[in-house]
């Protein structure tokens, strides 16, 4: 069974940071890629960034580029989202998916999900 487990989510205030980490057995983060999604409420999910396990090629939305991070730790099957200046409109829970090596933040296109972690931005 596949797992993917997000941790790091909570609280902040606007402009502060916070730490996302997912992580999975190693058959399923081996050559994959691995991508941060989010939902708002009352919104749909959008695609934050995605990460590419093998090469550590990567990318991101507009609405978080020069803000978070994308990372991978191969020796613990972890990919990780640095978030900083975060913004209110940042709050949503936040799900850590995979899918085969070619890389999308189309989330349909991910076959894998975890139950996500919920972040909170307030002023």
């Not at 409420?41 to 934050?48: D, F, I, L, T």
């Not at 978080?64 to 994308?70: A, S």
């Amino acid at each position: 069974q596949v797992q993917l487990v997000e941790s790091g989510g909570g609280s902040a205030q606007a402009g502060g940071s916070l730490r996302l980490a997912c992580a999975t057995s190693g058959s399923m983060y081996s050559n994959k890629c691995m991508g941060w999604f989010r939902q708002a409420p009352g919104k749909e999910r959008e695609g934050v960034a995605y990460i590419f396990t093998g090469g550590g090629g990567s990318d991101y939305a507009d609405s978080v580029k020069g803000r978070f991070t994308i990372s991978r730790d191969n020796t613990q099957n972890t990919v990780y989202l640095q978030m900083n200046s975060l913004l209110p409109e940042d709050t949503g829970m936040y799900y850590c998916a995979a899918k085969g090596p070619a890389c999308t933040l189309n989330l349909m296109a991910f076959p894998y999900k975890g139950r996500g972690t919920q972040v909170t931005v307030s002023l």
